[in-house]
């Protein structure tokens, strides 16, 4: 699912399975207007996509690798995600 080409869909990894749709909202948001947000518990992963290409490229270079969402399995991983 992941691509090494930009583009506007992210993929979030390692998140915890109680993650819901407002908190991936409230992370991700500070970084522009975002299109959509779908969390798949039982996969501990979630698509977030953006409405402007520039903003998911900030998104994925600043969240990949931090510990955002208190998860016991640590720090997160954000790749682009092929658009829906």
């Avoid at 990949?64 to 991983?77: H, M, P, Q, T």
């Amino acid at each position: 699912r992941m691509q090494s080409t930009p583009t506007r869909s992210l993929w979030v990894g390692s998140i915890p399975s109680s993650t819901k749709k407002v908190d991936l909202l409230s992370v991700f948001s500070v970084y522009g207007a975002i299109e959509g947000v779908r969390v798949l518990p039982p996969s501990n992963c979630g698509f977030v996509n953006f409405m402007n290409i520039e903003d998911a490229v900030q998104a994925r270079k600043e969240l990949d690798g931090r510990d955002l969402l208190n998860s016991e399995d640590g720090a997160i991983i954000v790749g682009f995600a092929k658009p829906p």
